[in-house]
């Protein structure tokens, strides 16, 4: 008998969490009508829904923060916190609790899984951009004052993704830097251990370099 209790505790946390989201509620409603093309219209919703909503706060940046924008902002975070949890549980406990249970584990495609997940990269990317609009309407983070457009607020969002440095982006309260500080840990978990990981199995075409078969 094993005495690690490490990995059951946190399986068992994460499928708590898991539990916890929009998409679960869908299929407790829906059960076996949940088919991938469900799973996949439901993730093209959300990222139509984070690029509208970005563009649409970026052009009207310099208006005061309204109710909508700040109800979509929380639903945003909890998008991110719903895709967070998601990738924990594909990457860490899904085949763990299939294998506990005596059922095989498989996934649909892992082609799929990537493309899935890079529009969960680019939802992430949008969300955060309109938090950033949010707090810099409200006082709690600095933006580039000479350009405020889409592309400017996308690309401080990618930054803090990629190299978790954003170029002009600072934050001016103690919020402020929580949403930094939470944006440069999801851009270190979904880029360095997610797209990493899945983006390793994808399988690599045929080469007519003999040496590339070796």
């Known amino acids: 008998m094993s005495d690690s209790w490490l990995v059951e505790f946190w399986s068992r946390v994460f499928g708590i969490l898991g539990k916890l989201s929009v998409f679960s509620v ?10 991938y093309g469900f799973v996949e219209a439901y993730v093209l919703f959300h990222t139509a829904l984070a690029l509208l909503t970005l563009v649409v706060a970026s052009i009207n940046i310099a208006e005061p923060v309204t109710l909508l924008l700040k109800g979509l902002v929380i639903y945003g ?10 990738q924990i549980n594909v990457l860490l ?26 529009h969960n990269y680019f939802e992430m990317l949008c969300w955060f951009g309109v938090t950033y609009t949010f707090f810099y309407r409200s006082g709690d983070v600095v933006l580039p004052s000479s350009d405020l457009g889409f592309f400017a607020i996308f690309r401080e969002s990618l ?7 954003p170029e ?10 929580v ?14 251990m997610v797209l990493a990981r899945f983006l390793a199995l994808l ?10 078969k070796r």
């Open 159 to 165: 930054l803090m993704m990629i190299s978790f440095t």
């Open 168 to 177: 002009t982006s600072q934050a001016k309260s103690a919020l402020g830097m």
């Open 203 to 212: 399988p690599p075409p045929e080469s007519h370099d003999e040496m590339d």
């Open 93 to 118: 406990f899904d085949q763990y609790r299939a294998f506990k249970s005596g059922i095989p584990y498989k996934v649909r495609s892992f082609r799929r899984l990537v493309i899935l997940l890079l």
């Open 179 to 192: 949403v930094l500080t939470v944006h440069s840990f999801v851009g270190i978990f979904m880029t360095v």
């Open 26 to 35: 869908l299929r407790a409603v829906f059960g076996a009508k949940v088919s």
């Open 77 to 86: 975070g909890f998008r991110v916190l719903e895709t967070v949890i998601y």
